[in-house]
């Protein structure tokens, strides 16, 4: 009788236990997909303020240079895949032409400004916490790679591989970001410009060619080179927007503390 009453006392608890809710909000997700540029000249709005970005290139020691054309060369161009355009026809996309003079790991950079700014780099600030990056893009086919350059919460830098461009037509390339790269601050008050995208950086490979094609005339001179062409359309992150709540949140946020002591000082005089 002992036992049995034991065991019934212990199934109970057991159930009784099971039960409770457990609050935890360390696994607890909110994903917004946020897009960073579409390159067609819609801002991108955080915390109310719109930034509008210019993409710039640079490339490395041995990109070509002619008579006519000094490479790489971006332009916004007026093209994306169909899957975008069916759902913004007005969508754009950044066009690149680069030409190396010999193979190699060779490399674009191509980063914003602002488009108001003096024409320097400028980081694009992230939301939250960044878990994925996500751009379409084109390529010539060719055994090239690219990846994503990204800034975290204690100003490190970080390079994310997002693929090879070995393929044919557009494709979305979408990469998860680290979890060990630290995303947010947990020092408060929180500050909310440390984590940001930096730059895309596209890489030759020393065993493919470092161009398209060449032009010859005649006699076999080289009268042009023919560069391979990339194409980067719409720029998006997947974020954990997710914030927890408690007693004095409001304090955690450098906005509202900025405020608050403006407030008080104003009082005091």
């Given at each position: 009788?002992?036992?049995?009453?034991?065991?019934?006392?212990?199934?109970?608890?057991?159930?009784?236990?099971?039960?409770?809710?457990?609050?935890?909000?360390?696994?607890?997700?909110?994903?917004?997909?946020?897009?960073?540029?579409?390159?067609?000249?819609?801002?991108?709005?955080v915390d109310g303020v719109e930034y509008n970005y210019t993409w710039k290139v640079s490339g490395s020691k041995f990109s070509t240079k002619t008579d006519s054309k000094t490479f790489p060369i971006i332009s916004p161009v007026a093209t994306a895949p169909q899957a975008l355009l069916r759902q913004k026809p007005e969508i754009k996309s950044i066009?690149?032409?680069?030409?190396?003079?010999?193979?190699?790991?060779n490399w674009i950079d191509i980063y914003p400004t602002l488009a108001d700014g003096d024409g320097q780099p400028a980081e694009i600030p992230l939301q939250g916490r960044t878990r994925v990056i996500d751009i379409w893009v084109w390529g010539s086919n060719l055994n090239y790679s690219i990846e994503a350059y990204i800034r975290d919460t204690n100003g490190m830098i970080h390079s994310v591989p997002?693929?090879?461009?070995?393929?044919?037509?557009?494709r979305n390339l979408r990469v998860d970001v680290p979890l060990g790269v630290p995303m947010i601050s947990t020092i408060l008050p929180?500050?909310?410009?440390?984590?940001?995208?930096?730059?895309f950086r596209l890489w030759t490979n020393p065993v493919e060619r470092s161009y398209?094609?060449?032009?010859?005339d005649i006699n076999g001179k080289i009268t042009e080179i023919v560069p391979f062409y990339v194409y980067i359309s719409q720029l998006k992150v997947l974020a954990d927007i997710y914030e927890t709540v408690y007693d004095g949140d409001e304090l955690a946020?450098?906005?509202?503390?900025?405020?608050?002591w403006t407030d008080a000082a104003g009082g005091a005089n």
């Amino acid at each position: 009788m002992k036992t049995g009453s034991s065991k019934l006392f212990c199934l109970v608890l057991f159930v009784g236990l099971s039960a409770i809710p457990v609050f935890s909000d360390s696994n607890t997700i909110a994903l917004q997909s946020i897009i960073l540029d579409s390159f067609d000249g819609t801002p991108y709005v955080v915390d109310g303020v719109e930034y509008n970005y210019t993409w710039k290139v640079s490339g490395s020691k041995f990109s070509t240079k002619t008579d006519s054309k000094t490479f790489p060369i971006i332009s916004p161009v007026a093209t994306a895949p169909q899957a975008l355009l069916r759902q913004k026809p007005e969508i754009k996309s950044i066009g690149i032409q680069g030409a190396f003079d010999r193979q190699g790991y060779n490399w674009i950079d191509i980063y914003p400004t602002l488009a108001d700014g003096d024409g320097q780099p400028a980081e694009i600030p992230l939301q939250g916490r960044t878990r994925v990056i996500d751009i379409w893009v084109w390529g010539s086919n060719l055994n090239y790679s690219i990846e994503a350059y990204i800034r975290d919460t204690n100003g490190m830098i970080h390079s994310v591989p997002m693929g090879n461009l070995k393929f044919v037509g557009w494709r979305n390339l979408r990469v998860d970001v680290p979890l060990g790269v630290p995303m947010i601050s947990t020092i408060l008050p929180r500050p909310t410009d440390k984590t940001k995208f930096i730059k895309f950086r596209l890489w030759t490979n020393p065993v493919e060619r470092s161009y398209v094609d060449v032009k010859r005339d005649i006699n076999g001179k080289i009268t042009e080179i023919v560069p391979f062409y990339v194409y980067i359309s719409q720029l998006k992150v997947l974020a954990d927007i997710y914030e927890t709540v408690y007693d004095g949140d409001e304090l955690a946020y450098p906005k509202n503390t900025e405020k608050l002591w403006t407030d008080a000082a104003g009082g005091a005089n």
